[in-house]
């Protein structure tokens, strides 16, 4: 059997296996299929990604099954390996299967373990669809897919109300894209006359300059079919405008948020943006629109994440960030660089997730970093591997100037190379975005390790701690239990609001420091093993596969047609000015000096700072108000005319004239008719007379 057909289907397997037997055979077993063929997949993943980093491989495409024949459009369910595949494939199996393994730890005491695993293996499945698709109409499958998979496992904990809301959010957003997404597979086949992926780009070329009736007007060809596919990228990837299903999608669990947003579905988006780059090369404003869009991301992303004081959240407005960054490095053309930081990104951001995990589950489930502070002596391995991650994602290394070889962890070399490549292409605005990010980055990702690891402890103020004191009398030596925590996490009461102290009492230091008699704990040995492996790629990464993807024969040797590589632009990025290659390690050690200032040697400053400006932190705080303004533009609206068809056409006018309406009238002859029914026999004869006179009567006027 084809190892491709291991990949794609074992996961499907694992996931009917563990779902249908649910409770049945206990949540070893189910755990046990589930992990097992996730690294069954992995492991086969990887030789196919190490050849094609040899060079020159082709592309195989492995058929499964005639899919449908409809008038003129013919396509089949099959599974293409490319350069572009093999990297979404090592990224998709290995972070889905650390996650699975992390899960044994972070779910152990959750009852509905074997649903959770089924959810997990069931998204992989889908993902896994989705960059195997020879056409679109698979694609769409496998996009569509880990939509619903996301829904379930973003609601997980259903009983949670926030956990719902969250869900459905994320679902409703990602359904706006989705139509974007449809119109374009529509449009793509009414001028290819196809929905294979080959065949689409191979002539995309011959279609530059081309004008096509869209809403009554004509315009480019390329540019309207890559801007609707555009919109299906940014729905997934969360980009500005359709991006706020994801921070709420935090409410799921944390190993969901390494899955889904670290390496997976937020990166389907860039992926597919990668996929169908020759056309995106035809029509220079849809590029212009993925950059400018790429760094209002960034950029925005960026700044709300300097205020958030949710570990998870801040790591999570890091993720859409970091898309952004993607996003406008495929922009400027630098396709290769995207998919680089892609790479890179899913080690150290999943690494990021599962670590903020490890540091939830030590505290209790508390998720305000105003009550961390001291942890780096309770849990060192968890400090140390999430340390590593901080240094990937601000970029920390060694710039290769004066002939040197640079050096230095994963996001050093991913982003720079996308901050180089902008500079290179012409786009200065992207370039200055990108070191300012850059700085944003570092300061708050600093900020993080400053108030969760260093300083004194803050836990005091915690209700989730609070509880756990009381709740360890009776329990272990430690002062913790873990089924209470990991059932405060399923339990709706269990919530932050309303616990948490208000803005101005952290700003002004009224939180109460001191331990609670609380001890955090280091996570168990099957937490630990992914959060050292994702280590290893946060640190190596970069260094060890930049090569393959970003240097000027990677065209040949490694993309070797897999997406449009500009060969000239890559030789451009290694030609820039050297303050150019200097300008994102400066901006780490500004982001890394201002964090040091505010959090260490002076932890009153941020509350001065947010005094001094206090509207704009406000307004960062409020995350731009876009879900004010969602929610005024479009929520209330919508739940108005809905309103108003429920009461006006639904009751008033369909159930009254309608099925209400001829009830009523049955009723009512039925009651006239019982009145008729005396059971005197002059009563019969007398309405039978009246009968013959009016039957006379009527043949006597006709």
Known sequence: MSPILLIVFLP??????AG?????????????????????????????FLAYLGGNVEPTVTPVLHWLTSGTMRFAWELRVDALTAVMLVVVTSVSALVHLYSWGYMSEDPDQPRFFAYLSLFTFAMLMLVTANNLVQMFFGWEGVGLASYLLIGFWFRKPSANAAAIKAFVVNRVG??????????????????DIPSILAAAPNMHGSTIGFLGHRFDTMTVLCLLLFVGAMGKSAQLGLHTWLPDAMEGPTPVSALIHAATMVTAGVFMVCRMSPMFEQSQTALTVVTFVGAATCLFAATVGTVQTDIKRVIAYSTCSQLGYMFFAAGVGAYGAAMFHLFTHAFFKALLFLGAGSVIHAMHHEQDMRYYGGLWKKIPVTYWTMMAGTLAITGVGIPGIFGNTAFGFAGFHSKDAI?????????PSAFWVGVFVALLTSFYSWRVVFL????KPRWAGSEHIQHAVHDAHGHDAHGHDDHAAHAHDNDPAAEDAGHAPSADDVLHGHVKEGTAGYHPHESPIVMLIPLILLTLGAIFAGFVFHGAFIEPSAGETYWHGALAFNEHLMHAMHEVPLWVKLSATFAMLGGLTISWLAYIVSPSFPAKFADAFRPLYVFLLNKWYFD????????????????????????????????????????????????LQSGYLYTYAFIMLIGLTAALTWVIAG
């Open 178 to 195: 989705d139509l974007g997404f449809m119109l374009g597979i529509f449009g793509t086949f009414l001028v290819f006359g196809t929905v």
């Open 20 to 48: 249908f037997s649910n409770k049945a055979f206990g949540t070893v077993f189910p755990k046990i299929v589930t992990t097992g063929a996730l690294f069954a997949a992995c492991a086969l993943s990887w030789p196919i």
């Open 419 to 427: 901050i180089e490549a902008s500079w290179a292409a012409g786009v």
């Open 452 to 455: 969760t690891f260093h300083g």
């Open 628 to 675: 004010e303004l969602y929610t005024f533009l479009f929520v209330k609206p919508a739940f108005a005319i809905g309103r108003v068809l429920w009461k006006a056409g639904d009751e008033k006018t369909i159930d009254r004239f309608g099925p209400n309406g001829l009830a009523n009238v049955i009723r009512i002859g039925s009651v006239g008719a019982v009145k």
């Open 12 to 17: 499907l397997i694992a996931a009917a296996v």
